[in-house]
């Protein structure tokens, strides 16, 4: 019997078979995926074969081969990874420039992430409705630059509601993850892209302006047929809700492959005099030349080289 994985609940996990039922799963015996060594070898949005049992519970004996996944190393365990969702449409990035702040480094790493495997991603800057004029001014700004880079960027308030037609149109007949810090409010976005999900929020810690965890699992959420002019295309319209993150080290990349998960970099690489330039420090470096030039910006350079650093100490950095 084959199915889909909708949710992770750590050791539990919902399986939507093809004819449509819900089956609560844990995995067969010491279930490991070839060449991963993950905290979560099954994850939201995987494909699966199930094997039932008595007890009107089934064991996961196989997952399908992947066409992408979102893949974090995992905070606690330096050597193993986090898969964020799988097989996957797009993600979007909730970010906030303030209450709490997002930070450019944090964005940039999420993104390379997104870039090795061809994930698309919108920037979604949430709370818009909180700013003061000087924060929106600089919330422009930072929209701009990733927009110059080739991302798409969304302003939105869940609170008000404004932007939220937009943001509900891209969702449309698409898989999509939502990801971003704690406190950026991703839960309040999708109890407003999807009226009576009613999922738990969360006030910001008024000592730190930081988020507190209120989504511990991932869930794959329909967005309804009934929510959309096109049936059709809401019929197979998801949405993976993932637990707030605070940094997002990087995993499972080459420290040469790096340049390209930087669109820009990789860019202006190619008329580098050396192949294996680092853009760091080598003569006749294009990038650097770009970048002295203004034609890249001086943070994404710096996150280019953060996680540079990430490679020559093979350590996690939590980013803020």
Known sequence: MKGLVVKNTGSWYTVKTDDGALVACKMKGNFRLKGIRSTNPVAVGDRVEILPNQ????????????????????????????????????????????????????IDRFLASAEAYRIPVVLVFNKRDLLSDEELHYQQLVMDLY???????????????????????????????????????????INKLIPGQNLRTSEISDAHDTGMHTTTFSEMIPLGAGDAADGAAAACSYIID?????????????????????????????????????????????VLKALEEHYIAQSRYQSYLSMLDDKDENKYREAY
Do not use: W
Request: aromatic share 8%; proline share 2%; charged share 20%.
């Open 147 to 189: 927009e110059n880079v080739g991302y798409h960027c969304i302003s939105v308030s869940a609170q008000t509601g404004e932007g939220m037609e937009q943001l509900h149109g891209l969702l449309q007949g698409k898989i999509t993850a939502l990801s971003g810090n704690s406190g950026v409010g991703k839960s309040t976005l």
């Open 55 to 106: 007890e009107g519970t089934a064991f996961i004996t196989a997952i399908e081969d992947r066409r992408n996944y979102i893949i974090r190393k995992s905070s606690n365990l330096s050597k193993q990874s986090h898969i964020i969702a799988a097989n996957v449409d797009q993600a979007f990035l909730i970010v906030t420039i303030n209450h709490p702040e997002t930070s450019l480094v944090f």
């Open 242 to 286: 993932t637990p707030g993150i605070k940094g997002f080290g990087t995993f499972d990349m080459e420290r040469e492959e790096l340049t390209s998960y930087f669109k820009e970099i990789f860019h202006f690489s190619k008329d580098c005099r050396f192949s294996n330039c680092t853009h760091t420090h080598e003569p006749g470096c294009a």
